[in-house]
Nanobody, 125 residues
């Protein structure tokens, strides 16, 4: 079992930046592929970015390419999402997720077994 805790959300103006963090409990963080998703009311959870266990491979949704960067520090059991050039349409609750089974760059919510509680990101116009 792993517990994930996100932080770093908040209110920012369009064009601004935020860095989200997600810290995992346990000693096996380096064996999990990690992902970030987001969700707005009435919509399904949407894939944002994913990173391999070592951090050597990443993959982004088209909406995130060129603006967001996912990274991880296995020594700190933490995965990050650096978000730049934020837009009002980026407003959502952002969730981090861990995959301990498949070991791949999953883009579906079903690819992940563990989820954090979410952190709100609000981008004002």
């Amino acid at each position: 079992q792993v517990q994930l805790v996100e932080s770093g959300g908040g209110l920012v103006q369009a064009g601004g930046s935020l860095r989200l963090s997600c810290t995992a409990s346990g000693r096996t963080f380096s064996t999990y592929a990690m992902g970030w998703f987001r969700q707005t009311p009435g919509k399904e959870r949407e894939f944002v970015a994913t990173i391999s266990k070592s951090g050597g491979n990443t993959y982004y949704a088209d909406s995130a390419k060129g603006r967001f960067t996912i990274s991880r520090d296995n020594a700190k059991n933490t995965v990050y999402l650096q978000m730049n050039m934020l837009k009002p349409e980026d407003t959502a609750v952002y969730y981090c997720a861990a995959d301990s089974l498949w070991g791949r760059l999953g883009v579906r919510a079903l690819d992940y077994q563990y989820w954090g509680q979410g952190t709100q990101v609000t981008v004002s116009s």
